[in-house]
């Protein structure tokens, strides 16, 4: 009798489909982690992008209602005084319009100095106090700790100019969340 010389065993047959079966079920398990890690992402950045824009918005309420409290102003022919009088009145309205705008946003806003202003503005060189009667210092924050930092420079003619409009974020350090991996091995 001759034996069959092409014949294949199912041992190794047996043995290779297992191997591909646990890959495939090992890329599998990594595509579901990363497709979630991926939507987590996904959804914080929605949600700093939505704080942005109500921060934005709740900004240039501000500027319009400033800008109405001044056009009085500019009209009877502006003074110094005149233009800190007009925005002194106008800031609880210019506070209130800017969180009535944005109802998610916190808004405190201070009178400052020309000085004061150029100086938290952190302008050097390219604005001169000199050129400012006097400031407002605004922050806009919404409750997920994003906010802006503007100064806003109010000329003795009646107009104003935006010396600095930075966004920032608070950041919370309360705990790892939903961190996929860390790169750090696991502590015990």
Do not use: H
């Not at 969180?99 to 400052?112: D, F, K, L, S, Y």
């Amino acid at each position: 009798m001759a034996r069959n010389q092409g014949s294949v065993r199912m041992g190794p047959v047996s043995l290779f489909t297992l191997v591909i079966i646990l890959c495939l079920a090992v890329l599998a398990v990594l595509a579901v982690t990363t497709a979630q890690a991926s939507y987590v992402l996904a959804e914080r950045q929605a949600s700093a992008m939505t704080a942005a824009y109500d921060d934005e918005r709740a900004g240039q309420k501000l500027l319009a209602t400033l800008d109405g409290a001044l056009a009085p102003v500019r009209e009877r022919g502006a003074s110094a005084g005149a233009v800190r009088a007009a925005a002194e009145a106008a800031l609880p309205q210019m506070v209130q319009a800017a969180e009535q705008a944005a109802p998610g946003v916190t808004v405190e806003a201070n009178m400052a100095t020309a000085a004061e202003a150029v100086s938290a503005a952190g302008v050097k060189g390219a604005v001169e106090a000199g050129s400012f009667t006097c400031g407002l210092q605004v922050s806009f924050m919404t409750e997920s700790g994003r906010g802006i930092d503007a100064v806003i420079g109010l000329r003795a003619n009646g107009t104003f100019q935006v010396l600095s409009w930075k966004m920032i974020a608070i950041l919370n350090d309360e705990g790892p969340g939903d961190v996929l991996w860390s790169g750090e091995p696991a502590s015990r």
